[in-house]
Every structure is written in C-alpha cells, then in structure tokens.
C-alpha cells in the first residue's frame, strides 16, 4: 500500500525557536498534501492544504505567517513551526492523496509530536 | 463543524463483531460516508467508504440505511488490535478536505 512517512517522529525545541517538520509520499506521487494538528484527548483539526508548487490554503484561524508550508514537489512538503511556543505543542499530522477527487485515496503519516519547553 | 454523531466509547469482546453505529440525518445526496481509525499515536488509517449501497472489504463491512441518515460499521471479529478510535466522516468536496468529529473509542478486550 502507499506509505506516507513524516520526519522527526518527535521533537523538543526550546521556546522562540523554530522547527520544520517533513512529509514525504514514499512510493506515489501526491496530487495533494494536508496538515491537521490533534491536542491531547482531542480529535484531528485540519490546518492547511497544500499543492505541489502553489501556495497552501489555510483553514480559518490558523496563522499563515507561523505555521509554514512549502511543497517543492509532488512527494514532498513540508511545515515550518516558526516562533515555536508551549501553546504549539502538539501531534502534527499529514496526508497525501494518491488521485484528484479520491478522498479514499488520501493516506497518512504517522504523525510528529512537538514539544516546545 | 463535522457532520456526523458517534457514541464516545463501545466496548466489545474479542472474536465477536464490533458494530460502529454513525448518524448524519443532514446528508446530501452526494455526500459520500468515509470511516478512518487511529490507533493510539499514529495517523489515520482509511477503513471504508460508501454512497448508498452496502459495502464490503477485507477490514470491514459498512451498512448504509435506506434513507442514509445513519450507517453502520462492522469488524466482523474484533481483535486487540482494532482497539482505537474510529472516525466517521461524510464528504462530498472531493478536496479530500476531512473534517473529523470526536469519533467512538473502540476498547476490544479479551
């Protein structure tokens, strides 16, 4: 099956820092990448939706300016945390989607914990 | 807001069917019902999907109503490794924009 893989699987970084989290379709080629971020005991929250070479879309609420998305090709993507604070620590989540329109399609990655002291 | 109404937590013997029930009285006649799990600190896994008819595959069973305003997801024998939570979800975008609920905390136990 298609494999989604996210790189760190963890991180602790300190407070005014910045962190870039990657996420790579391993064996497709993505029409199209998603973020979601999920609290503690809470469900998945989407953040943005990303197209190879345009800029991301953002979900309401969700700052554009601190939470960066680059996606240089069709297997990769990436989120930059920028000016990390506690409030940011998190599970970060992507997805890839194999075919346009497919939602059946969308495979995910295992997810990256974010810890910001 | 999601669209869809899950029991918080079921819980169910191991080796006997888990059945998963999903309300969405507001569906659109082609909004599609998608279920997904997450076993605890992971990402999502696609189970299954279906518009009107029954479906059927090698993790899962869905029942869809006649009316469609509710639906039903079947493991036919749980195992301990189906313990997570499992998400239903409708969409019709066809974005692959998810909009995910609180979901059912599905406990097999032994």
């Known amino acids: 099956g298609a494999v989604v893989s996210q790189h760190p699987s963890w991180v602790i970084c300190k407070s005014g820092t910045s962190v870039k989290i990657e996420c790579r379709s391993l064996?497709?080629?993505?029409?199209?990448m998603f973020w979601y971020r999920q609290f503690p005991k809470q469900s998945l929250m989407l953040m943005a939706t990303?197209?190879?070479?345009?800029?991301?879309?953002?979900e309401q609420g969700v700052e554009k300016d601190k939470f960066l998305i680059n996606h240089a090709s069709l297997t990769l993507s990436t989120l930059t945390v920028t000016s990390a604070h506690p409030e940011d620590s998190s599970f970060y989540i992507c997805?890839?989607?194999?075919?346009?329109?497919?939602?059946?399609?969308?495979?995910f990655g295992p997810g990256t914990r974010l810890t910001v002291l | 807001d999601a669209k869809t109404t899950q029991p918080p937590s079921m819980d169910c013997a191991e080796g006997r069917a888990a059945n998963l029930p999903c309300n969405h009285s507001?569906?659109?006649?082609?909004?599609?019902v998608y279920w997904y799990r997450q076993i605890h600190s992971q990402g999502p896994q696609y189970i299954i999907h279906g518009l009107k008819n029954n479906e059927t595959n090698e993790m899962a069973s869905l029942i869809i109503t006649e009316d469609r305003k509710s639906s039903t997801l079947i493991l036919p024998h749980a195992t301990l490794r189906d313990t997570a939570v499992y998400y239903c979800?409708?969409?019709?975008?066809?974005?692959?924009?998810?909009?995910f609920g609180q979901g059912t905390t599905l406990q097999v136990k032994p």
């Open positions: 507001t569906i659109s006649g082609n909004e599609y």
């Open positions: 990303s197209n190879e070479g345009s800029k991301a879309t953002y």
């Open positions: 979800i409708v969409d019709s975008s066809n974005t692959g924009k998810l909009i």
């Open positions: 064996d497709f080629q993505a029409t199209t």
């Open positions: 997805s890839a989607q194999l075919a346009y329109g497919r939602t059946d399609t969308q495979y």
